[in-house]
């Protein structure tokens, strides 16, 4: 059973639902008036909400891929990802980037994930002396904050897609590639007290993952 | 993308500064000595549905002065409305109101008034105003007025509006200093909205009215809206939005009328085109014209705010040139690529900016059409709050000096009583677009909007033709281009019945496209008599325009429109509606009309009050257009990740999968 990430798949499921009843994206969505009214748990499913099939598209194929990696390797990670990365993007989206009434969207979430990666990567192969992979990791990280710091600041998406449906929230990628990369960062430290990491293949091939609580 | 509506961001927030000099209201000359007649109540009942609005507005006046007077009440007139029923409530007596020509209703009602008895007028004066006309309105009485317009409804990339307008635009300086406005309701002022609509609706929303405007679901697409300001005065728009639910089909709707076999029926078309239109990214050129006259005192900071804003949000491969009108127009900023440097210079020269004179409007577009570059797209953005008054004012004029030029010309209109007929004949000859602002609207939804138009493709040399059955006096056939969200109205006649075609001819990227529906015309329908009204007023502002551009002389423009009025009982600048006692209108041999088409429509309303929104789409089971309608969602932002972006990320998961297995077999050959 534990081969299967079945809380990325049951939260892919869960946005796919959501899409399909419109109302529900209406109800769920990070709404700044609904907050300011005591729903809060629209600070967590507004990750689920998406404005078009087009927005949710990618969105959620980044989110399946990178998902079911992290959650193989960790599921108590990939929960810390998900439900840290959520809370941070949506109180930093409100408190940052007030001209925006709301916020929908699973891509800051993915950003965790991938901030999550790159650093568990860079930091085992740092440990066991793989200078390639190492030096990837840092380069896919650094080309990453430069793409979200240059939306940033220029106003500009680098991959010029303009959809008009809604505006794109560059921070929100930022705060989750920062949330996934420290958390996975943090647990380094920890790590290096406690157990080391089991691989992804450890958990395929075996069927029973090792840190996987 | 984003830099333009910023652009566009801060000339709508120029456009929402304007401050109300007139407010809708009753009318007393500055010099009058008695009290003004006061208004005891106000009540509109807005119903949307079937692709119109009708509006309903019911009114109590009263006399505080202890001798009998004439009561004068002015509002902004709406856009495209047709009015077309008045009726006065003089204590127990009722007049109604039948449609003249403009000198004839006149007449009669100077006469009726001369000899004291009850009656009532009501006239449009140009673009803008209505004026309503009720005497005598008895010492220390009450009387009650109910008048009731129609109004055609586009929904523009899923987003439907409507507009009560109330603010005066403040743009008749003549009535300025000759009427005192009193806009204050004594009682009660009420606006109760129906919306009715075969499509599924998501959200409902009254701009700076949400708490205190009380929405109700009634199914899927069935809202009502409960809106009481008691004690208010008549001074600010109402706006109602409503947004339809997303991946709606690209769709064609036809609602005709015909009231038997042995007439021509009229109908009105609704295309919403479904076409995947793609995003400029291109740099491209862009004019501002800016109207800086007087009337923009105490709005030159937000101005210049905005417009700063703006340009600090553009793409270095942009330019911008940026030309200032009052009396006269002038260069405020050269072309200029909208690098950091420039734009900042740009911004200082801007804020700048003082208001002076009058307005030279033909001057600031002439002004704007300089220098332009043929190799490089550019659209000039008009924003204008006045009617042009100094030099060129003939609006032929503008039409002939635009249609020289390759330029796409979209304009912001400023509040009510805008000069809409101008800005439509600027707009017309080049295939761009002019939207009205009022200061209460929802701007960013406005400049998304906006934006939604001006950074995408666009169909050019878009055309509909009709064949299979006999189609006439049709409007809104030939909208030359079609823009992103655009949804198209088209009204013509028949006659006939049966299987239809309506083609569609356009242009996108040089390609030809076609796109083709089947349908049928029925041989009685008469569900919505109101088309017909709708038609005619369409009809008129077609007229208006041919002779705007001087295709179409003044006598014969002026005889057009008042037989299309007197036939379809719609109050035009060259018909009025004199409203009387039954026996009035049999002692004078006035026809009634309007009382026939009247109680026809009642019929029709009073039946749909009771149905579910009928749907009239025509091409369901063979779709004219394979991708969605364009639906917009405003004020929101998203986390998005485009096709690039996903596609570099699904490379580092094949890494990082590969990084993961290769170090675990290689732990594990380690063991072994």
Known sequence: MKRIPFLTLGLAGLALMVHAFPSWSDALEMNRAALMHGELWRLFTGHLTHFSADHLKWDLVVFVALGSLVELRNRRHFLGCVVGGALAISLGVAWLQPQFTSYRGLSGIDSALFGYLVVDIWKLSRAEGLCWSAFAAGLAMTLFIAKIGFELITGRTVFVEVDSNFAPVPLAHLIGAVVGGVGSWSLFFCSMQQVPHESLTDVVLSGQGVGDD | MKIKTLLLGGLAAFISATTSLFAGGTLTPTTAAQQPIKINSHQANVTINNGFAQVEVLQTFFNPNPKDLEAVYAFPVPKSASLSEVTIMNGEKTLQGEVLAKQDAEKVYEEEKQAGNDAGLAKKNSYQTYEFRVSPVRANSEIKLRFVYYQPLEIDSGVGRFLYPLEDGGTDEVAKSFWTTNSQVEGSLSINVELKSAWPVTDVRSPGFEGAAVVKKIAEGHYQLTLDRPGAKLDRDFIFYYRLAENLPGRVEVIPYRAAKDKPGTFMMVVTPGIDLKPITHGADYVYVLDVSGSMQGKIHTLANGVSQALGKMRPEDRFRIVAFSTSAREVVDWTPATPENVKRAVEIVKALQTENSTNLYAGVQKGLEKL???????????????????????????????????????????????????????????????????????????????????????????????????????????????????????????????????????????????????NFPEVDTDNPEIERLWAMAQVEQIELKENIGVMPASESKDAIQAIGIAYQIVTDHTSMVVLDDATFAKRGIARNNQQRVAAERTAQSVRATQAPKNYQVDAQQPTYNAPAHHISHGGGGGAIDAYTANILMALFLAAATFYARRTLGARSQKE
């Open chain 2, 373 to 519: 570059d043929a190799d490089r797209a550019t659209s000039l953005v008009l924003v204008t709050d006045g009617v042009a008054n100094e030099g060129v004012v003939n609006p032929a004029a503008f039409h002939k000096l635009l249609k020289n030029y390759d330029i796409r010309v979209f304009g912001f209109l400023m509040g009510n009583s805008s000069n809409w007929p101008l800005m439509r004949t600027i707009t017309d000859a080049t295939g761009g677009f002019y939207a009205g602002v009022s200061n209460d609207d929802d701007i960013v939804g406005q400049i998304i909007l906006a934006k939604s138009k001006i950074n995408f493709e666009a169909l050019h040399d878009a055309s509909f033709k009709f064949t299979g059955a006999r189609v006439f006096d049709t409007t809104g056939d030939f909208p030359n281009k079609i823009y992103r969200g655009q949804q198209l109205v088209i009204f013509g006649r028949y006659e006939g019945a049966g299987q239809a075609t309506v083609t569609l001819k356009a242009k996108l990227t040089g390609e030809d496209k076609t796109y083709t529906t089947n349908f």
